[in-house]
């Protein structure tokens, strides 16, 4: 009640919280916050990462084989989309500083839209694994002199993409709320740590991408 | 990070992110075996540290948000060259009765 009351001046202010004494160490607060949760986050991915390098250093031959029934178009078109994507969401954190908001809504809605293109793609790509047999526990029915090797890399390709995905889904859902806020002119000048977190969020999301490329669709084709 | 960065910075990364990913793209299509596999992670790697560093802002962070960085990836490192050495040296001793 007293804050309606309050010029202005005194209302803006307020992007600071009371327990910080700068807004730098209030950003800087948010910035260690998130980077110490991308670190569990990349704990979380590295037991897979790690399950992955002794299998293939453990079956080899059949990771190789494996890694070449996947289509390398999907992921090359993935690959381009993704890192676009994180193009437009560091011109969204960019805008967000400068306090425009017409371009930080624009560059969230073309991130959160390619966001999803991506997981279209992969989608129709997962399909296409149904389609051909190659869903380990589902929809198994490849037959071959490295059957089980190649199921144990399909198995190490689907929990990787899939918890992928499944992040990339959080942040499509999460670069929608932003949005949505703001319309309301949130965001925006002193406020932007909000976006620039998200950010983070997002761009660490394509460098596991950036990294499940070279181990799941070029180790077959390049060996 | 208070100052902001100019979209000109932002897109000559996006445009060495996307050739670095067509370099890794071609390179697997010439079938280089050995160690084509680390040229791949280490041209991957590569894209990684461009997106840490300027998308990521690390390069503008203060030393207490880079050190997370760097120890996120020293566990990294850990836990997977402490496994892969178990993996890798298994058939070096022979124990007796085997």
Redesign the interface.
């Given at each position: 009640m007293i804050a309606r009351t309050r010029p202005a001046a005194l209302r803006a202010r307020e992007a600071l919280g009371e327990q910080y004494s700068t807004l730098e160490q209030q950003h800087t607060a948010s910035e260690l916050g998130m980077w110490i949760f991308l670190a569990t986050e990349l704990m979380l991915f590295g037991g897979l990462f790690t399950a992955y390098a002794v299998y293939r250093t453990v079956y080899s031959a059949g990771f190789a084989e494996g890694s070449r029934h996947l289509d390398l178009l999907y992921g090359a078109v993935n690959t381009a989309i993704l890192l676009t994507s994180s193009l437009t969401m560091a011109l969204a954190v960019r805008a967000a500083q400068l306090g425009q908001q017409r371009a930080l809504m624009r560059a969230l809605a073309v991130t959160a839209i390619l966001g999803l293109l991506f997981l279209a793609i992969k989608a129709a790509e997962y399909q296409k694994h149904f389609a051909e047999g190659m869903v380990p526990g589902l929809a198994w029915t490849y037959q071959g002199p490295l059957a089980t090797q190649i199921e144990l890399f399909f198995f190490a390709y689907f929990a990787m993409t899939a918890l992928h995905s499944v992040h990339l889904g959080v942040g499509v859902v999460t670069v929608a709320v932003i949005t949505v806020l703001a319309r309301h002119g949130a965001f925006l000048g002193e406020r932007h740590t909000p976006v620039e977190m998200l950010g983070l969020y997002w761009h660490f999301v394509d460098v596991i991408w950036i990294f499940l490329v070279p181990l799941l669709y070029l180790f077959g084709p390049s060996s | 990070?208070?100052g902001?960065?100019p979209?000109r910075v932002?897109?000559v990364?996006?445009l060495v992110?996307?050739l670095l990913?067509g370099i890794?793209?071609g390179?697997?299509?010439?079938?280089?075996?050995g160690w084509?596999?680390a040229l791949?992670?280490l041209?991957?790697a590569l894209?990684?540290l461009l997106?840490?560093l300027f998308?990521?802002?690390l390069r503008w962070?203060?030393a207490?948000?880079r050190i997370?960085?760097v120890?996120?990836?020293l566990?990294?490192v850990i836990?997977?060259v402490g496994?892969?050495d178990d993996?890798?040296t298994r058939g070096w001793l022979s124990a007796p009765g085997r």
């Open positions: - | 990070m208070d902001v960065i979209v932002h897109v990364v996006w992110l996307l990913a890794n793209l390179l697997s299509q010439l079938r280089l075996g084509s596999g791949a992670l041209i991957a894209q990684a997106i840490a998308l990521m802002h962070s203060p207490v948000v997370i960085a120890a996120a990836l566990w990294l836990l997977i496994t892969l993996v890798l």
